[in-house]
């Protein structure tokens, strides 16, 4: 067995065997019924990484009575299927929202399982992605030749095993319209153990392949974490970072821009906030939109361009993601833009004019023209 595998099989799934919980007897009862209804898993190398009740980690991981909130609540927006993917599975596990791109779900587990996560009705439970819902699900992407473009998800693909994995990965990769191979993954950040030579020598095979790795919190970001990420990188593989935004987590400007500033030291492209998906049993970690716009303004100007990520929203009902941005075009019209800036200062940027399009029109007629012409790039 691999160091990761025992770190997995070493997992607390039960509320016995929580961190950090009161020591109320009728508490841990009541937590028991949300266990349930979402399931609990902390591998042991994530588990070690928790300081104490309510740090960052503890908060992603361990269930609250909160989660039942949405559930008892007959007026709460929040609902299973947040984003509708099953209304757009045309078969089993794969969503076809956009006109080129699926997402394939290629298992339901987890080397954790986010208290927020969006697929809450799915995670942790048995016997939901199978050998033949994967085929299914390859056919329709070979028989489809408008996609070019497939994200590996689940679940966390980085969980099935290396021949498995190999399998699938050389299926997709003989589709010729296949161009590109995503996998969405929390591996890294939370079992980094996984990553090893003999798995990035898999993944060299496919390329071009790309990661999107789920982090929220600087302190996900471990020596172990550094060495996965750079194995990857390593193997050629672009890693991009995806973050929820959530409230008593990273709901801060300093808090992100930490996060961000760090992920670029190992190698990670800052790429997402998302706005928290209005997921059953999730309430309690969502926070007002302009908050999400707060953190951005905090980034811009204040750190890296590279660092700054697009702030979204993946619209409820499968409106797809919609980008949303500060407000820093304050007015425009055809004579001028007034902008603002990360100082919260305005300036005026001229718009082009007709009289300017015109004379350079009759410059350019006038121009004689050469018999021919050497280009240097």
Not at 80 to 92: F, I, R
Not at 196 to 209: A, G, N, Q, S, V
Not at 345 to 361: C, D, I, M
């Amino acid at each position: 067995m691999q160091e990761w595998q025992k770190q997995l099989s070493g997992s607390v799934v039960r509320v016995e065997d929580l961190p950090f919980l009161p020591d109320s007897i009728e508490y841990r009862e009541k937590l028991k019924k949300v266990a349930e209804i979402f399931p609990i898993r902390i591998n042991s190398y994530f588990l070690s990484k928790i300081k104490n009740e309510n740090d960052p980690l503890w908060k992603q991981v361990v269930p609250t009575l909160d989660e039942l909130d949405d559930i008892i609540d007959e007026e709460s927006l929040l609902v299973s299927d947040p984003l509708n993917e099953e209304g757009d599975m045309p078969v089993p596990e794969l969503v076809h929202r956009y006109p080129d791109r699926v997402l394939l779900m290629v298992n339901n587990q987890c080397p954790i399982i986010c208290r927020f996560c969006t697929r809450k009705r799915k995670i942790g439970f048995p016997g939901i992605v199978t050998r033949e819902t994967l085929r299914q699900g390859i056919e329709y992407i070979r028989s489809h030749s408008e996609i070019r473009d497939v994200i590996l998800s689940g679940g966390d693909p980085l969980l099935v095993p290396d021949k498995e994995l190999n399998r699938i990965l050389g299926e997709l990769r003989s589709i010729e319209h296949l161009e590109i191979i995503r996998i969405g993954t929390r591996v890294p950040g939370t079992l980094p153990q996984r990553v090893t030579p003999e798995l990035c020598k898999i993944l060299k095979k496919y390329h071009p392949l790309y990661f999107n790795i789920h982090f929220n919190h600087s302190d996900e970001i471990t020596p172990e974490v550094k060495k996965a990420c750079n194995m990857l990188a390593d193997a050629g593989i672009p890693l991009g970072s995806q973050t929820v935004l959530l409230k008593g987590v990273n709901d801060n400007s300093k808090v992100m821009k930490e996060l961000m500033q760090k992920l670029l030291k190992i190698r990670v492209k800052p790429y997402y906030i998302y706005q928290a998906d209005m997921a059953l049993g999730t309430g309690h970690f969502r926070t007002n939109v302009q908050k999400g716009l707060d953190l951005i303004s905090g980034l811009q100007g204040h750190t890296s361009g590279m660092g700054v990520p697009y702030f979204v929203i993946d619209a409820p009902g499968g409106g797809g993601k919609v980008r949303l941005l500060p407000n820093t075009v304050m007015e425009h019209n055809e004579k001028e833009v007034i902008i603002k800036n990360y100082e919260g200062k305005t300036f005026r940027y001229p718009q082009p004019t007709n009289q300017f399009h015109k004379s350079r029109a009759l410059v350019t007629e006038e121009l004689p023209i050469a018999d021919s012409c050497e280009v240097s790039a």
